[in-house]
């Protein structure tokens, strides 16, 4: 007898939702979902509403990568010796021989801001914008007096002093989250709590959300306060399913703090993206989305503001998450400020091979470490690789699949042409400082074109670094400081008007630039290619979500 297997559909967009149900609930089925196979089911956390994910247009699905999603935090082994990056103009307050107690300041910056001792030790060079600490077991651990008055009664000002005092900075960014309200005050009408990974083979993330949703409500809700900021939004993965749910029983109204579900994507964790998709803002070229209205903080971050409050523990440490196939067990770590590499991977049994290559910030658009490179309280992802990545730079063969995947609607094979050629003013004229640097391009590119590397040197190119005033003294005052530039520029590109840096980015800056490069190139098949996509990606772009955060 013939036997007939019956099939089970699963739906693309919603992983959680498992195989079609016999009967759905009224509303979906009022919709049209049982006649309508390629439309989602009803999310499992909105009962009896459909519940579309936001996104944006561009990016890659990478979900694959991310494999060590159930493990849990490990705190690493007691490094050696931390060498502590110093930042935000921080200056050392030890010498060389000093002995400091973990969580004691060893450098602090003209505004009280202060980067605090992971280990109990002695100092053994604090220049070159370095402080290195040789750590010696035992010795108690130093900290600030929690917080007792309630949230209520503490002002700006008190917020801002305990965040300087403890040390806290940005999980992502690494700028000091102080400055970071001080941007938002005023300002800001949203603050947007980021659980998004910011890389593929990031974890570390989902699993801090998890463990201490209540946690980082609770920080999010202390910075409300501060900022005067009536709602916040929690941007999570909507396949992050136990993350959600612990996030549902850790807010208790509703009102204050609603949850914005995305699409599974990279770089969906990039704070201009994520801003954009929830409340359909681009935020211009030069600005910060603080100065927008928006202030966008990583989970990690507000579990580390609400410790400083609550427990008065100084941020010394950062969760990391190693990976690779080279690494013999991935795990999620969480690892003092300045740990070396190689120290962080001891406390993962070392290497299943020998590495081709570390990769540190994520496998975008991280950078090639050695294994004395230390991490940092923005280090997220530490990746290693068996084999080296090929250092190859092949010729465009105009396939356009990099405009395809450009999530800041960019064209990134003419920002490399011009940076090729030198044209700097017309690579800042077509948008050089919107690309974030997510790597989507390069990944795609069929011509192995190394476009990532192109634009950062085009970036550098445009905004070099600043000289340290006792270098800028010592310039010869009879050469004009603008003298330099003007001979790099191209005859052509110096004659042609540019539009203002800040102006690009905006729609009608777009509209205003796409005639004069028609003009210059009539019958390129690509660039036709980018003004069929231009209209179209505009008008897709906001198809899935209504503007508004869907929890
Ligand atoms: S041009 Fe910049 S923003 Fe666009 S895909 Fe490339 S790296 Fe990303
Ligand atoms: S993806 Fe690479 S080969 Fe294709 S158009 Fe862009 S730069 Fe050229």
Redesign the pocket.
């Known amino acids: 007898m013939k036997r007939h297997k019956t099939k089970t559909r699963h739906t693309a967009s919603n992983s959680d939702a498992g195989p079609e149900k016999p009967s759905l609930p009224r509303p979906a089925a009022r919709a049209g979902l049982r006649s309508a196979p390629g439309r989602p089911l009803p999310h499992p956390f909105r009962k009896g509403r459909i519940c579309l994910a936001l996104t944006f247009v561009?990016g890659l699905t990478l979900e694959a990568r991310r494999k060590n999603i159930v493990l849990p935090v490990e705190d690493a082994s007691l490094p050696a010796v931390v060498r502590l990056k110093l930042i935000d103009g921080c200056l050392p307050t030890v010498a060389a021989g000093d002995t400091v107690a973990e969580g004691e300041r060893v450098a602090e910056n003209d505004d009280g801001f202060r980067i605090l001792s992971p280990v109990c030790g002695e100092v053994t060079a604090a220049d070159d914008g370095f402080v290195t600490v040789r750590s010696t077991r035992g010795g108690e651990p130093v900290g600030l007096p929690p917080v007792e008055s309630p949230v209520v009664s503490l002002s700006y000002e008190d917020v801002s002093e305990r965040l300087k005092q403890a040390g806290v900075v940005g999980a992502m960014s690494g700028v000091p989250v102080y400055r970071k309200l001080a941007r938002a005050k005023g300002k800001a009408k949203r603050i947007v709590i980021n659980c998004l990974e910011s890389d593929p083979y990031s974890a570390h993330i989902s699993r801090l959300v998890t463990d201490n949703a209540e946690e980082i409500v609770n920080g999010a809700k202390i910075l409300m306060h501060a900022v005067c900021v009536k709602r916040s939004v929690i941007a999570i993965e909507e396949n992050r399913t136990e993350a959600i749910r612990a996030l549902r029983n850790a807010v208790y109204d509703k009102t204050l703090v609603s949850t914005a579900l995305f699409k599974p994507k990279y770089?969906a964790g990039n704070e201009l993206l994520t801003v954009n998709a929830i409340y359909g803002r681009e935020v211009r070229s030069g600005r910060t989305p603080e100065e927008s209205g928006y202030l966008v903080l990583s989970a990690e971050t507000l579990l580390n503001v609400f410790n400083a409050f609550a427990y008065g523990t100084p941020q010394t440490r950062k969760v990391v998450t190693v990976s690779g196939n080279a690494v013999s067990r991935k795990k999620i770590l969480r690892v003092r400020n300045g740990t070396s590499a190689d120290e962080i991977f001891a406390n993962c049994d070392g290497f299943a091979v020998q590495p081709g290559a570390v990769i540190e910030g994520g496998i975008m658009?991280g950078r090639s470490v050695g294994p004395d490179e230390c991490a940092t309280l923005s280090t997220n992802v530490l990746v290693a690789l068996p084999k080296k990545p090929l250092d190859v730079d092949g010729d465009c063969i105009r396939c356009g699949r990099?405009v395809r995947?450009?999530?800041?609607?960019?064209?990134?094979l003419k920002?490399v042409s011009q940076s090729k050629d030198g044209q700097i003013e017309g690579c800042l004229a077509i948008g050089l400082d919107?690309?974030?640097?997510?790597?989507?391009?390069?990944y795609v590119c069929l011509g192995k074109v190394n476009?990532?590397r192109h634009?950062r040197a085009a970036k550098a190119q445009a905004h070099p670094p600043a000289l340290p005033p006792d270098a800028a003294e010592q310039t010869p005052p009879d050469v004009p400081p603008e003298s330099a530039p003007a001979a790099e520029t191209p005859p052509a590109a110096a004659d042609a008007e540019v539009a203002p840096v800040d102006a690009v980015p905006t729609d009608a800056a777009s509209a205003d630039a796409a005639p004069a490069v028609s003009e210059a190139a009539p019958d390129d098949p690509v660039q036709a290619f980018l003004d069929e996509f231009a209209p179209a990606a505009e008008a897709g772009k906001r198809e899935e979500s209504d503007g508004e955060p869907n929890g």
């Open positions: 561009g770089p658009r990099c995947v450009c999530p800041m609607h960019l064209a990134p920002l919107a690309c974030i640097e997510c790597g989507c391009c390069a476009l990532l634009i």
